[in-house]
Nanobody, 125 residues
Framework: QVQLVESGGGSVQAGGSLRLSCTAS????????MGWFRQAPGKEREGVAA???????MYADSVKGRFAISRDNAKNTLDLQMNSLKPEDTAMYYC???????????????????WGQGTQVTVSS
């Protein structure tokens, strides 16, 4: 049973930082692609950042230079360091996993099979 549990969300003022974490269990973590996604009220879920099994990363243009995704295969964790946060970053953030060492569309929610319950990030101006 694959389980993904996010933590680290909260409220912060614009310009601030937050670090999200996702703890995975129930599968061979190192052989999965992982991603962070977000969904704001009334909007579609969108890809924020993704990392494949060998550590290659990709980012949405809106977060490049501000967010950093990382994984620790020994601890089965996925992190998202978010700096210079903006009000438009406000959303529910989700961790996702796909049982593949690489996916062609890493920022497409449809590429991922397993999802966490999400953690809320609120950025005030």
């Amino acid at each position: 049973q694959v389980q993904l549990v996010e933590s680290g969300g909260g409220s912060v003022q614009a310009g601030g930082s937050l670090r999200l974490s996702c703890t995975a269990s129930g599968y061979t973590y190192g052989r999965y692609c992982m991603g962070w996604f977000r969904q704001a009220p009334g909007k579609e879920r969108e890809g924020v950042a993704a990392i494949d099994s060998d550590g290659s990363t990709m980012y949405a243009d809106s977060v490049k230079g501000r967010f950093a995704i990382s994984r620790d295969n020994a601890k089965n964790t996925l992190d998202l360091q978010m700096n210079s946060l903006k009000p438009e970053d406000t959303a529910m953030y989700y961790c996702a996993a796909e049982p593949a060492i690489w996916v062609p569309y890493g920022l497409d929610p449809g590429s991922y099979k397993y999802w966490g319950q999400g953690t809320q990030v609120t950025v005030s101006s």
